[in-house]
């Protein structure tokens, strides 16, 4: 555990492991399914180690009118429909109730699956063996329903995968799963969330680019993706800053034009779906992007530190000394990606005299943590913020003023601080493109005074 009472990192460490304890999978028949939404980044690591497609299943429960926890059937993709008749007969459940039910359930889960899937088909089922993944199970309900949705779609074989999950959770569902895969089942179970440390809820977005990214990589990949050519680097760095070793993910697309340094938020990490999300639209307009650990695990268990900016900035610092001397981007003009305090890191960092920075984009961003250091940043800025995000909004257009440099300030309509709302995600990484791209270049950055 790491000196840390959470058991995981995040849902891509927590997927790691799980895929540790699916091993004896690898080269069977294997479809892994993802339980959107939080499911899916745990399924995307079991799939990946596994070598198997990965796929959403979007189920409804079918809650009993005055009783709505209490499930008396399911409903997935493709007509999909399973009825507890004892449930029904106890509940005295009456075919215009069950159908008003479904009916509306319908609705929904035709919506969620045209939202994840993106135009593409369910993978088949039939024959094959079902890994469901969530990333923890709480009441269980979900899970059961797509137990009985994935053998209603013909699975031959249902395996329960999760991270964590009560005591019981072997007994409950020995009805409903061929095997259960559960990692850990502390005795007081009272949340998922009491095993990560980074919990933050993942977004529609986030689902869409983990399917799309599993699509391009998998045996079968998209002609698009076909015809890409792979990364140079595609690989977990270890980068010294100052007196510690920070973990890093450096990717370097071919024929790179400039290269990203990624600053996390407090309780975050560099396997940030949201930063992930980016990231790849990042490396695919050319730009080689840096994800890293601002502070060691033993770092992060002082919360000040998380709040040290000018530690933070220095880290940035000396990671961007660091790439200055590999071979593969020491010619490459440098950008800083920012999210919530990591924004204000990024500021500070851009202001040091040390490095030379071509471009800043902030993403919900705290600029008013670089204090007096915003009148020394002279890199061409971009200061995204959600429209429904009032106080660091505020915060924003106060930093806009106080910088000397270039620096636009743009409104994401209906975001709130994470992003999370649909579409919006997209739209940031879009913007933040458009602004290194326009940037990275050696002539249009303003040398230090």
Not at 19 to 33: H, I, K, N, P
Not at 269 to 291: Q, W
Not at 384 to 407: F, H, T, W
Not at 416 to 423: I, K
Request: negative net charge; contains cysteine.
């Amino acid at each position: 555990m790491r000196g840390d009472p959470r058991l995981f990192d995040d849902r891509v460490d927590a997927g790691r492991h799980l895929a540790e304890s699916l091993e004896s999978l690898r080269g069977q028949d294997v479809v892994v399914l993802g339980l959107p939404r939080g499911g899916v980044p745990v399924a995307f690591e079991v799939a990946k180690a596994l070598q198997a497609p990965l796929d959403v299943l979007v189920v409804r429960k079918l809650g009993v009118p005055f009783q709505p926890e209490l499930a008396f059937g399911a409903i997935g993709e493709g007509g999909a429909r399973v009825i507890n008749d004892a449930v029904v007969r106890e509940a005295h459940l009456s075919a215009d109730e069950m159908a008003a039910v479904e009916t509306k359930q319908r609705a929904e889960l035709a919506r969620r699956s045209e939202r994840f899937r993106s135009g593409h088909d369910p993978i088949p089922l039939a024959g094959r063996t079902a890994v469901i993944v969530d990333d923890g199970l709480a009441t269980g309900a979900t899970a059961k329903a797509a137990c009985q949705v994935a053998r209603a779609q013909g699975a031959s074989r249902v395996v329960l995968a999760v991270p964590i999950g009560g005591s019981d959770v072997f007994a409950r569902f020995a009805g409903y799963a061929d095997e259960v895969v559960c990692l850990h089942s502390p005795e007081f179970f009272f949340a998922v969330g009491q095993g990560y440390r980074n919990f933050t809820q993942t977004s529609d977005d986030e689902v869409v680019a983990l399917l799309d990214r599993a699509r391009n990589g998998s045996r079968e990949p998209s002609a698009d993706a076909a015809s890409a050519d792979p990364p140079l680097r595609d690989e977990e760095v270890r980068v010294s800053a100052g007196s510690v070793s920070v973990a890093g993910h450096l990717t370097i697309p071919e024929h790179p034009v400039g290269v990203v340094v990624f600053a996390h938020g407090s309780g975050s990490s560099r396997h940030s779906p949201r930063n992930r999300y980016v990231a790849d639209v990042l490396n695919g307009a050319g730009l080689a992007t840096l994800l890293f650990d601002l502070l060691t695990p033993a770092e992060e268990r002082n919360r000040a530190n998380v709040f040290d900016i000018e530690l933070l900035a220095r880290r940035l610092v000396d990671v961007t000394g660091w790439l200055g001397r590999q071979q593969d981007t020491a010619a490459l003009p440098v950008g800083y990606f920012g999210a919530s305090t990591g924004a204000g890191a990024a500021l500070v960092a851009a202001s040091d005299p040390r490095v030379n920075v071509a471009a800043v984009v902030s993403r919900g961003g705290r600029p008013d943590l670089a204090g007096p250091f915003l009148a020394r940043v002279h890199a061409p800025t971009l200061l995204i913020v959600g429209g429904n995000d009032d106080v660091v909004l505020e915060l924003n257009r106060q930093a806009r003023a106080a910088i000397p440099g270039k620096c636009d300030l743009t409104v994401v309509p209906g975001a709130t601080h994470l992003f999370e709302e649909p579409g919006t995600l997209e739209r940031v990484a879009a913007l933040a493109r458009d602004w290194f791209i326009d940037h990275m270049s050696p002539v249009d950055v303003t040398p230090k005074p």
